[in-house]
């Protein structure tokens, strides 16, 4: 098998690398057999990221290879986005068995920063054959991608704009968004989010993308595709096998103390002081696992995930799943285990129905008004209104990576 990694070739500005492998993988096509197409999520904190940090590669069979390296080169250098500061395209071509330590380097660039010197020493180490373009930095992405073995997998059917509507308002009719999503769902997934009345499978760049649908099999991508009332003409589609929406960020880490950061987690503990919210809407609390704390955060965008988060109460036991930055968790889902049922309050007076004070600590309580006393304070219980079982970030708010409940076997909040 041929293997050809790119990435880093587009911007914020414009271009996409998943067009740019398109367009190739169809030229490619006339000398070879091309069996596969990948876009491979990567670390979703890294700072310079475009957008989704997701890297493609090209599976192919070896032949022609060396008309192959020459396609490729040929199309990045007339379609990635040099002007732009911030692209660094990188390419990667390698033939053989994928080695153990490819797929470990892919795994690395899922959990933290890679530096481009890592992959170019393990390129080197078997013969990889890198094309780095300014100051390279795609070979990373490049490298991973072609590394990647999924564990879990899912598929996305992108098609793309004729070059005269680059930039332009996309022309989908909504309606049939929805009626393909209550078609398709849950074999198809994150294609509108209801609680905004939004259409998520066209974005809002000028890339040349006119929408992407992801699912679990391909062949009802093809059938969702048919379903949607599309007022513009596609330039062309493919079918990418792709890392979206399996969690394969995140890594259980057992104690506060092991977490990095820019790295993604799984963490159980307690939460230790009530979530507060602050100016911008964002809601915050701290987690501890019995020794030390973390700030954990339910940013604006999350919307009615954040009315789950407030209702959490000191003592409620949890597990997280989120990226960390600045020493807190963007939250992109939690598991509730169990819930404080009770909590300890200053005893009632029996004459006026007031709460007492405390007198001093292991003193008791004392009504001032009515000079009533008691020893210790009185279990209460309290009326939860959420429950021990998942919530997650509604679908706009979702990271490509992040799994959706629904892909749990089924479980939905």
Same mark, same amino acid.
């Given at each position: ?93 390698? !033939? ?11 795994? &690395? ?13 393990? !390129? ?34 992108? !098609? ?91 890594? &259980?880490? =057992? ?79 939690? &598991? ?46 309290? =009326? ?11 679908? !706009? ?17």
């Amino acid at each position: 098998m041929f293997f050809i990694g790119i990435d880093d070739t587009d911007s914020r500005s414009g271009q996409c690398t998943t067009y740019i492998a398109t367009k190739l993988a169809e030229k490619l096509s006339r000398y070879t057999v091309i069996s596969e197409l990948r876009l491979v999520r990567l670390n979703p904190t890294v700072p310079w990221k475009t957008r989704g940090n997701g890297a493609v590669a090209i599976l192919a069979k070896e032949k022609n290879i060396e008309k192959l390296k020459k396609l490729t080169l040929r199309e990045i250098e007339l379609n990635a986005m040099f002007d732009d500061r911030g692209t660094n395209p990188g390419v990667v071509f390698y !033939a053989g068995e994928i080695p153990q330590d490819f797929t470990d380097f892919y795994h &690395r660039c899922l959990h933290r920063i890679v530096e481009i010197r890592e992959a170019e020493v393990l !390129a080197e180490k078997y013969g990889a054959e890198i094309v780095k373009y300014k100051n390279g930095r795609g070979i990373i992405g490049a490298l991973a991608a072609i590394g990647c073995k999924f564990r879990d997998f899912t598929y996305e059917l992108i !098609a793309y704009r004729k070059k005269d509507n680059w930039g332009k308002k996309r022309r989908v009719d909504k309606h049939s968004v929805f009626v393909m999503n209550a078609k398709t769902y849950p074999f198809t997934f994150d294609n509108v989010d209801y609680s905004t009345n939004r259409v998520l499978i066209t974005p809002n760049t000028p890339c040349p993308v006119l929408l992407g649908i992801r699912g679990e099999r391909v062949g009802i991508l093809y059938q969702a595709l048919e379903m949607l009332n599309i007022k513009e003409p596609i330039d062309t589609f493919t079918v990418f096998k792709t890392n979206q929406a399996t969690d394969v960020h995140l890594e &259980r880490v =057992n104690e506060i103390k092991e977490i990095k950061e820019f790295s993604s987690v799984i963490l159980r503990g307690r939460v230790k002081k009530k979530p507060r919210t602050i100016r911008g809407g964002h809601v915050f609390f701290e987690l501890t696992d019995g020794k030390t704390t973390i700030l954990c955060a339910a940013f604006e965008p999350t919307k009615d995930f954040r009315k789950i988060i407030v209702k959490l109460i000191p003592g409620d036991e949890i597990e997280v799943y989120g990226s960390v930055k600045k020493r807190t968790i963007n939250l992109e889902k939690i &598991r509730v285990i169990r819930l404080v049922r009770y909590e300890e309050r200053n005893p009632k007076c029996s004459i006026c129905g007031k709460s007492m004070e405390s007198v001093g600590k292991g003193k008791g309580y004392r009504c001032k008004r009515c000079k009533t006393f008691a020893k210790e304070k009185v279990k209460v219980k309290v =009326n939860r209104e959420i429950e021990e079982k998942f919530y997650e970030v509604p679908p !706009a708010a979702r990271g490509h990576l992040s799994k959706p409940l629904i892909r749990f076997c089924g479980l939905v909040a």
